[in-house]
C-alpha cells in the first residue's frame, strides 16, 4: 500500500521523491544531491 500511495505522491509532486520507508504526510527529499541535504539535515 505505501509503494502506491508513494507513487501517487511522486505523481503529484514531480519534483520531489519519497525515501525508503516514507508514510504519506512525512517529509520527502528532492532528487538531487544537493538539494537533498535538507531532508538529511532534518532526520
Aim: glycine content about 4%.
Amino acid at each position: 500500500m505505501r509503494t502506491l500511495q508513494s507513487l501517487q505522491y511522486v505523481q503529484e509532486n514531480p519534483d520531489e521523491v519519497c525515501p525508503a520507508g516514507w508514510k504519506p504526510g512525512e517529509m520527502s527529499m528532492k532528487p538531487d544531491p544537493k538539494l537533498s541535504k535538507e531532508f538529511f539535515a532534518a532526520i
